[in-house]
């Protein structure tokens, strides 16, 4: 492409930070704490066992970033956490300065780094789209052509004349998304906003970020946790870990790169604290371990194939109306199916085994997890849970079958993740055509 089509240029950019506390708050405590690392003696404004680093420690929060971005691209940036992609984009908003490298950027940047971003407490929400129209250089007629659309899109009408400080963190998403997309800026920048919305305005946002691309032209940074989005919204992916940029091309591969490292698929699993939901607190019925049963040494089966695994447990006291639930995720965490078992009684011992046997046949080909979770029924809304083992701890892989034979592949991100039975077309015998027709 020429160099007029280039949106952001990032070349050599590193961002270091000093690691422990800079400056206690006051000049007395500051004072005592400079005296006793004179003395060599333990802070006294400390934390009680906190670490203390040497005034040298530092942090490369990015470590040499380079980077070319194309005006109309929509931009996915995933990692794990710490990986640096928030301090990426804080970089590019220019909240904080780079420690060495240059950024050149071709437009004006709307940001959303975090709920509320720009906005002032106390103005009321038609007073922050003023506020925030002008920071980007807006004049005031400019920003009354696009006010009603700004609050219609918001869903925010209602409350558009009170203080935003009075708005839930929903509807503070609302309006600022809805202002973000509107202004006139070249370049949008989103980072983890919409996992505070509902589900019916993510979809809307994700539409108006897909037409802002391609009818106007504007170029997308957006950093999420949930892949579906990243599929959905974005054409290309880079990955970033410690700091440095470890993948950069197409989306999908790009997924796979950064999940497909995290799935460890094996047979038997002996669970322990960590595969569990910590919110679940002393339960009386525990999974201990699993054994998934299949062809191979590892989990995988063919697509119209059943997937039959034996769980160890342990049950402290005798349960009444136990029963069993497992919701299957696609790799990326993107929902595929939920089953639940009948409920039936469970004695007391210290370990019995149960199998569980489960229709995967329609799954098509692809990694997978699942949650496992134990409950004690009930009719009235009172449900007790038990154990549950979370996703990514059990996993396994559906791979194609003479039955299911795709050719070129299953493309999950445009067909899903259920393949159905194969379609049913016939003709219409004449004579009934003729007889509906009279």
């Known amino acids: 492409m020429e160099e007029k089509d280039i949106a952001i240029q990032i070349t050599g950019l590193k961002k270091r930070y000093r690691l422990g506390t800079i400056g206690g708050g006051t000049l007395r405590g500051d004072l005592q704490s400079w005296w006793a690392r004179v003395r060599h003696k333990e802070d006294?404004?400390?934390k009680i066992g906190s670490k203390v680093y040497g005034k040298n420690e530092t942090f490369m929060a990015l470590d040499?970033?380079?980077?070319?971005?194309?005006k109309g691209e929509r931009v996915g940036i995933i990692g794990h956490n710490g990986a640096g992609k928030s301090t990426l984009l804080k970089l590019?908003?220019?909240?904080?300065?780079?420690?060495?490298?240059?950024?050149?950027?071709?437009?004006?940047?709307?940001?959303?780094?975090?709920?509320?971003?720009?906005?002032?407490?106390?103005?009321?929400?038609?007073e922050n789209v003023y506020l925030n129209g002008a920071i980007l250089g807006m004049t005031k007629a400019e920003i009354d052509s696009k006010i009603d659309k700004i609050i219609e899109f918001s869903e925010c009408a209602q409350f558009i004349d009170t203080p935003v400080k009075r708005y839930s963190s929903g509807m503070y998403v609302k309006l600022a998304f809805a202002v973000a997309s509107h202004l006139?800026?070249?370049?949008l920048i989103m980072d983890e906003v919409l996992a505070v919305g509902d589900v019916a305005f993510q979809k809307k946002c994700l539409e108006k970020m897909s037409q802002v691309s391609q009818d106007e032209g504007r170029t997308i940074l957006y950093v999420s946790h949930n892949m579906n989005t990243i599929r959905q919204l974005c054409n290309r992916c880079i990955v970033m870990d410690h700091g440095k940029i470890v993948f950069n091309g197409d989306v999908s591969e790009g997924i796979d790169r950064y999940l497909g490292n995290k799935m460890v698929a094996q047979n038997a699993i002996v669970f322990h604290k960590d595969h569990k939901n910590k919110f679940i607190k002393n339960p009386d019925f525990i999974f201990e371990s699993l054994e998934m049963k299949s062809r191979l040494n590892v989990p995988v089966y063919t697509c119209g194939e059943k997937m039959e695994m034996v769980v160890t447990y342990r049950c402290k006291k005798a349960i009444e109306?136990?029963?069993?639930?497992?919701?299957?995720?696609?790799?990326?965490q993107s929902p595929v199916s939920m089953t639940t078992s009948e409920r039936f009684n469970i004695?007391?011992?210290?370990?019995?085994k149960l199998v569980f046997s489960v229709d995967i046949s329609h799954f098509a080909p692809g990694k997978y997890t699942?949650?496992?979770?134990?409950?004690e029924a009930s009719d009235f809304a009172d449900t007790k849970f038990h154990d549950m083992i979370v996703k990514n701890v059990i996993n396994f892989e559906v791979t194609e079958s003479p039955k299911f034979n795709f050719g070129r592949g299953w493309n999950h991100?445009?067909?899903?993740?259920i393949v159905s039975e194969k379609l049913e077309v016939g003709k219409m015998d004449e004579r009934e055509d003729r007889s509906s027709a009279e």
């Open 370 to 375: 699942m949650d496992l979770c134990s409950y």
């Open 92 to 126: 590019l908003s220019r909240v904080t300065g780079p420690t060495e490298g240059e950024i050149k950027l071709d437009g004006r940047i709307s940001s959303m780094l975090e709920v509320g971003t720009g906005f002032n407490g106390e103005l009321t929400g038609r």
């Open 64 to 70: 040499g970033i380079d980077l070319t971005v194309y």
């Open 413 to 417: 991100s445009l067909w899903g993740h």
């Open 347 to 352: 004695e007391q011992t210290e370990q019995g």
């Open 184 to 187: 006139d800026s070249e370049i």
């Open 321 to 332: 109306n136990m029963a069993f639930s497992m919701v299957f995720y696609f790799y990326d």
């Open 44 to 46: 006294p404004n400390s």
